[in-house]
């Protein structure tokens, strides 16, 4: 045999286990990827074939790497079937998501349709609705925003009213809805919380329909206009329309990647909830919904035996016939949570309030008049197993390190390559393409590794005790005026990262190697730093930045300044919030700190305000001019409307990866705030 055949022949020996991956890879590039991902056929072709894929690899991994292995009752046995178990969990999870996101519906041109003949009739055969805000601890600066969104919807003043369902029972609260139209309501106790709240609310209101905002969420001036004709169909009980948020998340926040990562909710309400809806089994998530009165009725009003009572009345109204249907339009904007301490109350709240209605007698294994695909949907597989998953990934190289438990009987290394990169190859291809702009592997598996460590004890705790934990209201309005720091979920990671890393050194030295040679040790060792890699990502999320709660969007409004000796400039300005802005001038306007001025725009109150700043910006482009300015009565409630009622956002509409990358290096290893210059220049 000569020396090229040899060459060749060994070629062949160590690639043919790539064969699969790359066979899955031609087949998105060549194909999948330039198919049009709104399609249904499309997706369910995509997700055919990935599911193929998966089934494939948990065909071997029972023949070959669990079944063989001799029922000894040994440590490593009841490992190896532990793992396979909950892979199993991971195998039935993803197999939901895949069917959930074989379809999706976009349903604005039939809002459209509806819109045109819904409003084509007599202002007075208009329904009456009922604008529902329940509060309980929100400050005014809060309240405020939502109060005046709410009573500046398009749609006729007599046709609507807005009712301020106040918890707290705050005089001061009853003194601003009276100033400004408002209805204040309040009740002698707290009894059931949010869901006894709205139906107290219930009480004193009589419209068709129910529009519910949480306290810090302001609703668009179309938001009537776009979900009221859905109603038509008498069959639709509720329209959930998508949760937006004017201030970052903490994520986004403590990970330095506030201009260029997109917030966490963005997956399910812009990707998952419409496709959700393509099913009929989508459900209301609370705020930014409008439920059918009679509807309400029917059930008994909101129910209160879980402390999600959003998902709940979906369900109760499931049970009647009653759909929620899902409009994925921008129709409000609202606060995230702002902390990590709000974070981890919101999360646990809904996955706990998920859970327990596996246990409710309306809940879907038990609700009457539910199909089985139904039952099946809102099983909530994903909170019982997401968390679960995620820590076995991050414990079983350091379990292998420390005790040589595989977790699977003998295999090569060969095999893995050959069963189970397809499969990982073929998920993240097909995240990439069904979201684009939503999903990086890297710092989505970051996010939920950091949240596991909090989640975990709480899925745990839920399905052990699920009821007798109080509902807990997601505290708004403070920001994050000082720096924090998680130390539970930190000193977590921490340990992890060193057991794996400890796990790697002590197997590198022959004579304390609890491993030897085995083919897995290799397989293992890639494990082991793609686990360290994510935990330290997720450990820069402990580290809260100081950071005031700023609402400032990006405006760009031609404007005319005048300065407090007469001169009149132009500008545009580019920022904007309720206390200040920044305006953009061609030339230097010679302004100087503590210069009274002028700004006047078209639709937007005349600003009496004061320069606080003068920079230029970047390779001689623009002077930019911040200032500030008090606003009060009529004049704030127009800039109110103007800045949180439909005409800006604070999308990121596409990631960049390279500035993502930059920015997570730079904030594990440098300046957090140069890793992002290139974007922001």
């Given at each position: 045999m000569g020396e090229e055949p040899v060459v060749q022949h060994l070629l062949d020996q160590e690639l043919w286990p790539l064969a699969p991956t790359l066979f899955v890879a031609g087949i998105f590039f060549v194909f999948i990827t330039n198919w049009p991902r709104q399609r249904s056929w499309a997706r369910t072709l995509a997700c055919v074939f990935v599911l193929a894929v998966a089934v494939r690899y948990l065909v071997w991994r029972l023949l070959h790497t669990v079944l063989p292995y001799p029922a000894d009752g040994s440590f490593g046995f009841l490992w190896t079937w532990f793992v396979f178990c909950i892979e199993l969990g991971a195998f039935a999870d993803i197999l939901l998501f895949l069917v959930v996101m074989s379809r999706t519906v976009d349903r604005s041109a039939e809002a459209d349709r509806l819109e045109r003949a819904f409003f084509a009739r007599p202002v007075e055969d208009l329904p009456v609705v009922d604008i529902f805000i329940p509060t309980y601890n929100e400050p005014l600066d809060v309240l405020e925003r939502t109060i005046v969104g709410a009573l500046a919807l398009d749609y006729p003043r007599d046709r609507f009213k807005v009712?301020?369902?106040?918890?707290?029972?705050?005089?001061?609260?009853?003194?601003?809805?009276?100033?400004?139209g408002a209805i204040h309501v309040t009740r002698p106790d707290n009894a059931h919380a949010k869901a006894g709240n709205m139906n107290n609310g219930l009480t004193v209101a009589s419209g068709a329909f129910v529009a519910i905002f949480d306290a810090d969420f302001?609703?668009?001036?179309?938001?009537?206009?776009?979900?009221?004709?859905?109603?038509?169909?008498?069959?639709i009980g509720i329209v959930q329309t998508p949760q937006h948020f004017f201030n970052k998340d903490p994520v986004q926040a403590n990970l330095a990647l506030e201009k260029v990562w997109p917030d966490e909710q963005r997956l399910f309400f812009d990707e998952m909830a419409a496709s959700r809806d393509a099913w009929d089994v989508s459900f209301c998530c609370g705020s930014c919904s409008i439920a059918r009165r009679s509807a309400l009725d029917a059930i008994g009003g909101f129910p209160h035996d879980s402390i999600t009572e959003d998902l709940l009345t979906t369900l109760a109204m499931l049970n009647l016939g009653y759909k929620t249907r899902y409009l994925n339009e921008r129709l409000s904007m609202g606060l995230a949570a702002e902390n990590l301490k709000g974070y981890f109350v919101q999360r646990g709240r809904w996955c706990r309030g998920g859970i327990q209605t596996i246990y409710l007698h309306n809940g879907p294994l038990r609700g009457p008049g539910l199909s089985l695909f139904q039952r099946v949907m809102?099983?909530?597989?994903?909170?019982?197993?997401?968390?679960?998953?995620?820590?076995?990934?991050?414990?079983?190289?350091?379990?292998?390190?420390?005790?040589?438990?595989?977790?699977?009987?003998?295999?090569?290394?060969?095999?893995?390559?050959y069963y189970q990169l397809p499969v990982l190859t073929a998920y993240f291809l097909?995240?990439?393409?069904?979201?684009?702009?939503?999903?990086?592997?890297?710092?989505?598996?970051?996010?939920g590794t950091f949240a596991t460590f909090r989640m975990l004890p709480v899925v745990v705790s839920s399905v052990v005790k699920p009821f007798g934990v109080p509902f807990r209201v997601t505290p708004k309005g403070s920001g994050n005026e000082e720096s924090a720091f998680d130390a539970y979920t930190f000193f977590s990671i921490a340990f992890w990262i060193a057991v794996t890393l400890l796990g790697l050194i002590v197997n590198i030295v022959p004579e304390w190697s609890r491993i030897g040679d085995g083919e897995f040790s290799v397989v293992s060792a890639y494990w082991a730093?793609?686990?360290?890699l994510v935990l330290m990502v997720a450990a820069l999320i402990c580290f809260?930045?100081?950071?005031?709660?700023?609402?400032?969007?990006?405006?760009?409004e031609p404007a005319r300044v005048t300065t407090g000796a007469e001169r009149v400039l132009s500008a545009r300005v580019v920022g904007l919030s309720l206390d200040g802005g920044v305006a953009a001038f061609a030339e230097d306007p010679g302004l100087r700190s503590d210069e009274p001025i002028r700004i006047e725009m078209e639709r937007f109150p005349q600003l009496e305000a004061t320069v606080t700043g003068?920079?230029?910006?970047?390779?001689?482009g623009p002077v930019r001019v911040s200032f500030s300015y008090h606003l009060q009565g009529a004049c704030r409630d127009t800039m109110i409307v103007r800045l949180y009622t439909g005409s800006y956002s604070q999308d990121i509409r596409k990631i960049d990866k390279s500035a993502i990358f930059g920015g997570l290096w730079t904030r594990l290893f440098g300046r957090s705030d140069r890793g992002l210059e290139r974007k922001e220049g």
């Open positions: 009712y301020v369902l106040d918890d707290k029972r705050r005089d001061w609260l009853r003194a601003y809805c009276e100033e400004k302001v609703p668009y001036r179309n938001f009537l206009r776009r979900t009221l004709p859905f109603f038509t169909d008498p069959t809102f099983i909530p597989l994903s909170w019982l197993m997401q968390y679960t998953v995620r820590f076995v990934i991050l414990i079983v190289p350091a379990v292998y390190l420390w005790t040589g438990a595989a977790p699977l009987y003998f295999t090569g290394s060969q095999d893995i390559v097909l995240m990439g393409w069904l979201t684009p702009t939503r999903y990086l592997p890297l710092v989505s598996s970051a996010v730093a793609l686990n360290v809260e930045k100081a950071r005031p709660l700023l609402d400032s969007f990006s405006t760009d003068t920079a230029r910006g970047r390779r001689c």
